[in-house]
């Protein structure tokens, strides 16, 4: 329960008597967590979040919780890919970085090689002066 | 049924019987199949996963089993943050790599201001060629 008489959104969503010491309470308010439950228990099953959640030691269950929920609307929103979908964006980006970075490291050595090659002693010096 | 009075891995796990036009079989093999479906079993539940395949295109079927079954299986590695923790580390690594690109771009831009600082007719020739 999440106050006198109140039931936690999670149990007004599933229209059951919220009792002292719900697994959903503490992370499901009676106002908006209704609304983020309805996801979890398309998707995932109130029955199997409260397995989930109570083999967790407590100080676990918000992460949990909150990473369920991402899942859940993910998946609401994208039925092929879920949050899948962010992984594959992620991974092509940094691909793309590191391609970036790759190309950019190229082209420095050879614009040292270059200066290297033009100004011999502007290298000498810098590596004399510990530059 | 994936071949003759053989059940296909999910109701194999399910031990029921694999009717023909099973939503799971062209997904889950008779041989391979009831390993992964145990995990999307406990996570999602099988009859959420078979409505939520039921809801898509044939065509988009096997990518969403992929994907769901990644997800279970992601959750009962990491029960706190599921496949959100590989999100979590693409973040990190983007980030990390936007750093770098960023560093690089500046030691570039540093090197060409010097370098046309100590020989600005180097600069001149290659502007006026073309290069």
Redesign the interface.
């Given at each position: 329960m999440t106050g006198i008489g109140s039931p936690c959104g999670a149990c007004k969503f599933l229209r059951r008597k919220c009792v002292n010491g719900c697994v959903f309470a503490p992370y499901f308010s009676h106002e908006q967590g209704a609304a983020h439950f309805a996801a979890i228990h398309?998707?995932?099953?109130a029955?199997?979040v409260s397995k989930?959640l109570m083999?967790?030691p407590v100080a676990?269950r918000c992460?949990?919780a909150l990473?369920?929920s991402?899942?859940a609307r993910a998946?609401l929103q994208d039925?092929?890919?879920?949050?899948?979908s962010?992984?594959f964006a992620?991974?092509q980006?940094?691909f793309n970085?590191?391609e970036?970075?790759a190309s950019?490291?190229t082209?420095?050595s050879q614009?040292l090689a270059m200066?290297v090659q033009?100004?011999p002693m502007?290298n000498f010096l810098s590596t004399s002066r510990g530059l």
């Amino acid at each position: 329960m999440t106050g006198i008489g109140s039931p936690c959104g999670a149990c007004k969503f599933l229209r059951r008597k919220c009792v002292n010491g719900c697994v959903f309470a503490p992370y499901f308010s009676h106002e908006q967590g209704a609304a983020h439950f309805a996801a979890i228990h398309k998707v995932f099953g109130a029955s199997n979040v409260s397995k989930l959640l109570m083999h967790l030691p407590v100080a676990d269950r918000c992460e949990a919780a909150l990473t369920i929920s991402y899942e859940a609307r993910a998946r609401l929103q994208d039925p092929i890919y879920g949050c899948v979908s962010h992984i594959f964006a992620l991974q092509q980006q940094v691909f793309n970085l590191q391609e970036q970075l790759a190309s950019l490291k190229t082209q420095a050595s050879q614009g040292l090689a270059m200066a290297v090659q033009l100004h011999p002693m502007d290298n000498f010096l810098s590596t004399s002066r510990g530059l």
